[in-house]
């Protein structure tokens, strides 16, 4: 009886593993590999490794409907220490004047973040582990008025609040 009692907690005991396991591995998450999820309206943001840019402390991607993405970086600045962030939509390549890139530029401003406790922060530079909750003060206002939006652009319009859904490998 003792035997057969053991072997049918073994499933339960995997798969308590198995979920603490994913669980530790998404508290662990680095932000440079960081998804997360606007509940509002689908939209994901998409962190990446940025390399070795002097400048460049984090590289997104934010991922709206119909297939539109817009590209994210993040800039600390001189002085008052504010993680900057902007968004783009199809900037020329190779090297661009400072009006073509604030042409193609749809948003900017200071990304926060959020723990479980409701403490703000500032975003993070890669290396560190990611924040539970990032909020894009305006985004989903500015977002509505650009050229990006309506048309063959997106039609959903997120919200500034996104959740941690995961992190890619």
């Known amino acids: 009886m003792m035997a057969r009692l053991l072997g049918a907690t073994k499933p339960v005991v995997l798969m308590i593993g198995v979920v603490m396991a994913t669980a530790a ?15 509002q309206s689908g939209s994901e943001i998409d962190f990446t490794p940025t390399g070795t ?43 661009i004047t400072g009006a073509e890139l604030a042409t193609c530029t749809l948003w900017n401003g200071v990304i926060y973040t959020s723990d479980d406790k409701g403490s703000i ?6 290396g560190v582990e990611a924040p539970k909750t990032l909020i894009l003060p305006d985004l989903g206002p500015v977002l509505r008025q650009s050229r ?16 941690m859904k995961g992190c890619q490998e």
């Open 25 to 39: 591995a998404q508290a662990a998450c680095p932000i440079e590999l960081a998804v997360y999820g606007d509940s």
């Open 53 to 95: 840019s002097a400048v460049v402390t984090n590289t997104f991607r934010l991922i709206l409907d119909n297939d539109v993405v817009l590209n994210g970086i993040v800039m600390w600045n001189e002085g008052v220490a504010r993680s900057n962030g902007s968004l783009m939509y199809k900037c020329p390549e190779g090297d």
């Open 121 to 126: 922060g500032l975003l993070p530079a890669e």
């Open 148 to 163: 990006a939006y309506g048309g063959g652009g997106f039609s959903k319009v997120p919200s500034d609040v996104f959740a």
